[in-house]
């Protein structure tokens, strides 16, 4: 399951590296994140909404988590131990 999880590492890495490199990517990620990560081996559970936002050198995001209904007592742990990473799999 940790392959799982790097691999997904990976493929958002270079998703990010080609909305760096190419503004039309961007606009489309933007655009059809759902389709694009799909595209570059991101996998997308059903069901779930996919919005991009772009930090800047002035503005940046904190995003909190979910809380998952298991988590009362804060022993909650990603189901495939990559509770570390941005992941969108264990929901």
Same mark, same amino acid.
């Given at each position: 399951m940790a392959n799982k999880?790097?691999?997904?590492?990976k493929n958002m890495a270079k998703v990010v590296a080609k909305a760096w490199s190419s503004e039309s990517f961007?606009?489309?990620l933007f655009a059809e994140p759902k389709? &694009?990560?799909e595209e570059n081996g991101v996998e997308v559970? $059903?069901?779930?909404?996919i919005k991009v936002v772009e930090?800047?050198? $002035?503005? &940046?995001? &904190?995003?909190?988590?979910f809380k998952p209904e298991d988590a009362e007592g804060g022993s909650?742990? %990603?189901?495939d131990d %990559?509770? $570390?990473?941005? %992941?969108i799999r264990c929901s």
């Open positions: 999880a790097i691999e997904h590492r961007k606009k489309r389709a &694009v990560l559970p $059903d069901g779930l909404e930090q800047t050198k $002035d503005l &940046v995001y &904190v995003v909190i988590p909650w742990q %990603c189901e %990559c509770y $570390d990473l941005p %992941c």
